[in-house]
């Protein structure tokens, strides 16, 4: 088993509505259309893989495989995170996710889909979809077979370091000139409801999931906004950003040396501005903006030092 943090190189994604903002993470994108990166990946879809150590050249999945100490030998069939980095250089469709009662029994035994969001960086003007205005399933069909998308989508303008939940259920999309981080279960499943008459690299209009949107859907909607809370470990301000039954996720601002142990089955560490030193079992490890870490279950004490902010996930 290793008790030494795990580098992963990512997995990207070219996108209609992509950009180039992921060069900024000192990425190697294919193409000015790069939408998706895809961090902490065990997904049919796409696997990231390890980029250090004795595991360098393996799969996120063979490790979940074969390797489950390195996660608290936790059970399960898959790894159950998927982290994406979006870059939104164009508005996103309009989408919704199953919970997983529902994708099991139609996608093929797929997991549901629930998310959150933090806000890297954005445009002034930016906005996001989050939620909608009916107020019974019949309002919501009547609203979308009329195409009075202006008055069912609810628009909150959005700023650095917002943070938004997301469960299955919820009508959502991501506005142009937005850049987040994303952390999801390991799903790609999506419902796609409305895509503003777009067409794709062929010509042809997107296809639109309107039966199975309109089925999944919450009425009303729900549009909590979670209550943040702080933990500070000598120079590390930790601020937690979610607890759900899927995932947690925290928000941690290093300005000088922090202490550290792993107690976690493992925790997912996204380097999302400046750098640092991380020391484990007396080696030093540097880390820097673009960087993805995991910390397995045995990496026991260890000590982070720089200036960096990170979006830190874990079960």
């Given at each position: 088993m290793s008790t030494e943090p795990i580098f992963f190189n990512p997995v990207f994604k070219e996108r209609i509505w992509g950009g180039a903002a992921l060069r900024d993470f000192h990425y190697n994108i294919p193409s000015e259309r790069t939408g998706e990166c895809w961090a902490f990946a065990a997904h049919q879809n796409g696997q990231s893989t390890v980029r250090n150590g004795m595991y360098k050249g393996c799969t996120l999945g063979e490790l979940w495989e074969h390797h489950r100490d390195l996660f608290g030998n936790l059970e399960g069939d898959r790894f159950p995170l998927l982290t994406k980095i979006l870059d939104a250089d164009q508005d996103l469709s309009v989408q919704v996710h199953p919970n997983d009662d529902f994708a099991k029994m139609h996608e093929n035994g797929e997991l549901g889909k629930t998310e959150c969001w933090y806000i890297i960086d954005c445009a002034k003007d930016a906005e996001i979809i989050f939620g909608h205005n009916a107020t019974t399933k019949e309002e919501l069909i009547s609203m979308i077979e009329r195409g009075e998308w202006d008055g069912l989508l609810n628009r909150i303008k959005v700023k650095p370091?917002?943070?938004?939940?997301?469960?299955?259920?919820?009508?959502?999309?991501?506005?142009?000139?937005?850049?987040?981080?994303?952390?999801?279960?390991?799903?790609?499943?999506?419902?796609?409801?409305?895509?503003?008459?777009?067409?794709?690299?062929?010509?042809?209009?997107?296809?639109?999931?309107?039966?199975?949107?309109?089925?999944?859907?919450?009425?009303?909607?729900?549009?909590?906004?979670?209550?943040?809370?702080?933990?500070?470990?000598?120079?590390?301000?930790?601020?937690?950003?979610?607890?759900?039954?899927?995932?947690?996720?925290?928000?941690?601002?290093?300005?000088?040396?922090?202490?550290?142990?792993?107690?976690h089955p493992f925790l997912l560490v996204s380097v999302i501005e400046g750098d640092g030193i991380m020391i484990a079992g007396g080696h030093e490890y540097p880390f820097r903006k673009g960087d993805h870490i995991l910390l397995p279950s045995g990496l026991g004490e260890y000590k982070l030092a720089g200036h960096a902010n990170c979006i830190v996930s874990h079960l």
């Open positions: 370091g917002d943070f938004f939940f997301v469960p299955s259920g919820t009508v959502h999309a991501i506005g142009k000139s937005t850049l987040i981080l994303e952390t999801q279960q390991n799903s790609d499943t999506t419902y796609r409801l409305y895509d503003y008459g777009r067409k794709d690299a062929d010509g042809r209009m997107r296809e639109l999931h309107l039966e199975k949107s309109i089925e999944v859907i919450d009425v009303p909607s729900v549009r909590e906004r979670p209550t943040v809370h702080y933990k500070q470990t000598d120079d590390l301000l930790a601020a937690v950003l979610i607890e759900c039954p899927y995932f947690s996720v925290e928000k941690w601002v290093v300005k000088g040396e922090a202490n550290l142990f792993q107690h």
